[in-house]
């Protein structure tokens, strides 16, 4: 490279820019987390094109030394950690070992039913009870795992009385009863070997509000909540082809709901008073996604649990929510933006049209004002962000990038099973069952995708061949 910042030499100029960048990376002229500047930008102080730039970065994205973020940007890589995770040792240990240093943030713990693998392992039935932990390791100010541990109910309080943040997983179950704990690996992905864990630049954690700013008027919230098959669960299609063999699923809150919850609970928290309210439509099984609403911090919930509504659509299900937002009279509705089972993402509207409020959908950001009679809510369109004024009451809907969604604590979890979760039935609402306005004719399991086609040949013939699938086979152009 010369003193103009250009490439000279025989290699491939897109080698010869990786090799500059990278050399300012090692000696530390560009450190971890530094975002690069942007393509336009690099490519003139190179004096390439925009296409020449964009292979060196792929070059070194390749070699993990820089990362791309959607709509952010590039920025350099942190270093890599060698780590062998399929082994059963002592992850602190053996990364100390290595001059690393490793610490441990509890996330959370509740109680929740185990999934027919860890009910097996542990010799449980199917309708036991299990203590659910979970802890954050981070190496050096990194995150670089994330740890799920199944305990027996019974050792609960055993667990409580543990710093769960210090104590070692292996030691929590024994702890002064002189149990000795063993461990063996029950299942392992299909990629076995020696694995390597990258480190990338740690995200900011999450905002945790400072004390609360006293605004005037209660304010009322209702967040709208669906359960849904969680997505680690292997969904099977049932011999009725318009439904699938829920057998088996574990249910849980369906994620964009989460955030919904957790900007209720953050409105109320910022205005140092109020009422979040969780509701939902369904079986016997939604308390259960009711109460990890209430361990999140709601304070009361409301199941709408009939026989009637077994097949109501997205139309009917908006019908009986009115039917209670009538009777609750909230300021404010969250909802998720959609439920990640059916991906409809209509209910919110419609409750807007039954009920005549101002409805902002996909939102970023929220805002309430003093008076709590208006609320300001954005959402990211292409360059920038569309911001509505609304007058309360209102509904909005919550996507990934609102908050960060809270984990419930012990206190929360065990707090939860004393909150009101309160019954409605279709007659409590002069609700009289209608024919649904839609109806599934068929559920269908994704086919196999198609293997990969190499095309040999020299460049010009395989491109000549290459456009002709694409034109005849694919139908592509």
């Given amino acids: 490279m010369n003193g103009n910042g250009r490439v ?8 010869q820019i990786a090799g500059a960048l990278r050399t300012r990376i090692r000696e530390g002229a560009l450190r971890p987390g530094a975002r690069l500047d942007n393509q336009r930008r690099l490519a003139k102080s190179f004096g390439v094109t925009l296409m020449t730039l964009r292979q060196a970065l792929e070059l070194l994205e390749r070699e993990h030394l820089i990362a791309r973020r959607h709509g952010l940007g590039t920025f350099v890589a942190a270093p890599s950690i060698d780590y062998d ?79 769960l943040a210090l104590t070692p997983r292996a030691r929590v179950p024994g702890r002064g009863a002189g149990v000795r704990v063993r461990a063996r690996v ?18 900011p954690l999450p905002h945790h509000p400072g004390p609360p700013v006293r605004r005037s008027g209660l304010m009322k919230i209702l967040v709208a909540i669906k359960q849904v098959p969680d997505t680690a669960t292997q969904v099977k299609m049932s011999t009725d082809p318009r439904a699938i063999d829920t057998t088996g699923i574990t249910w849980i809150v369906s994620p964009y709901d989460e955030y919904a919850v957790e900007e209720a609970l953050r409105i109320k928290e910022k205005r140092g008073q109020g009422e979040v ?33 077994n097949a109501a659509d997205t139309l009917a299900t908006a019908k009986a929510l009115a039917a209670v937002l009538k009777q609750e009279a909230p300021q404010l509705v969250l909802c998720g933006r959609q439920a990640i089972d ?29 008076d709590g009679k208006t609320v300001r809510a954005a959402r990211q369109v292409e360059g920038g962000l569309e911001v509505f004024d609304l007058p309360l009451p209102a ?5 990934k990038g609102l908050n960060e969604p809270r ?9 939860a099973k004393k909150k009101e979760i309160r019954d409605v039935k279709a007659a409590d609402l002069g609700w009289a069952p209608e024919p649904p306005q839609l109806s599934v004719v068929t559920l269908e399991a994704l086919p196999p995708r198609p293997p990969g086609r190499i095309i040999p040949g020299d460049v010009p013939t395989a491109v000549k061949e290459l456009v002709r699938s694409l034109r005849e086979d694919a139908k592509a152009i």
């Fill in 8 to 15: 000279n030499g025989r290699l491939p100029r897109y080698h």
């Fill in 85 to 163: 995770i399929l082994q059963l040792r002592r992850f602190a240990g053996d990364l100390s070992a290595k001059g690393e240093h490793v610490a441990t943030r509890l996330l959370g713990t509740r109680f929740a039913s185990p999934d027919h693998h860890v009910a097996d392992a542990l010799g449980l039935g199917s309708r036991a009870r299990v203590l659910v932990v979970e802890r954050l390791r981070s190496v050096d100010g990194h995150p670089m795992s994330l740890q799920r541990s199944f305990l027996p109910a019974h050792i609960g309080d055993d667990v409580a009385r543990a710093d």
């Fill in 186 to 203: 029950l299942r392992r992905g299909r990629r076995a070997g020696r694995l390597r864990s990258r480190l990338h630049p740690r995200r």
């Fill in 277 to 309: 309210v969780a509701m939902s439509l369904g079986p016997e099984r939604v308390k259960e996604a009711l109460r990890s609403c209430l361990a999140m911090g709601c304070d009361r919930a409301i199941h709408l649990n009939d026989p009637a509504w």
């Fill in 342 to 370: 059916d991906d409809m993402g209509a209910v919110a509207a419609q409750l807007a049209e039954l009920l005549g409020w101002p409805c902002a959908s996909w939102i970023m950001e929220e805002t309430i004002d003093g």
């Fill in 395 to 399: 509904i909005l809907t919550a996507q």
């Fill in 407 to 415: 984990y419930p604590t012990l206190k929360g979890i065990m707090g």
